[in-house]
């Protein structure tokens, strides 16, 4: 059950990890009508993963790919399909656990291919080894004690930010009180 993205959506959410706005469907209309009720760039991806095995021994995978809402037609009647809102990405960090224990690596996408799907273009990428923020260790525990598990390996989107904190640590400069005045106050 933790493999199938059906049921870890749901304990994802649970845990305090966002996810994506996302259906499963096998009704192209209602597919469709998510893409644009959702806007902006959808992708569709597998319910489950793993490698696709050809007779001549060459091993792939069906990989995440853009989906334009008017090309949805009724082959997606024939198998579930997950769509998913495209999250805009600095870039990926994969997360393996063992036990508690947790190895963290960014994944930067070189190509137009590997931002979409960077398991479609190994040659185009670049690693860092990465810090894994508290809630995400939270909730990534969370969710390894809700299916009982005791290793796992978890893709996070990073989405670009104006990060300031960096700043503030180094000049002394009241951003963040500045930034709780202002959400005290609410908008004007």
Request: charged share 20%; proline share 7%; net charge negative.
């Amino acid at each position: 059950m933790a493999s199938h993205k059906p049921g870890q959506l749901p304990v994802t959410a649970a845990h305090g990890l966002r996810t994506p706005r996302s259906l499963i469907t096998t009704e192209p209309e209602a597919a469709r009508k998510f893409c644009n009720q959702v806007g902006g760039r959808m992708i569709c991806k597998p319910l489950m993963g793993g490698p696709l095995e050809y007779p001549d021994g060459r091993r792939t995978g069906v990989p995440t790919h853009v989906v334009d809402p008017d090309a949805i037609d009724d082959s997606v009647s024939l198998t579930a399909h997950l769509f998913q809102e495209w999250v805009p990405k600095s870039h990926e960090v994969r997360l393996t656990v063992v036990g508690t224990d947790m190895f963290a690596a960014e994944i930067h996408a070189g190509s137009d291919t590997a931002r979409v799907d960077w398991r479609s273009d190994y040659d185009a990428l670049t690693y860092d080894v990465c810090k894994v923020p508290d809630d995400v260790r939270t909730g990534v525990l969370g969710w390894l004690e809700h299916f009982r598990l005791n290793f796992g390996a978890f893709d996070f989107a990073v989405t670009p930010s104006g990060e300031w904190s960096w700043i503030q640590n180094k000049t002394g400069l009241p951003i963040a009180a500045h930034i709780a005045d202002l959400l005290a106050k609410g908008r004007p």
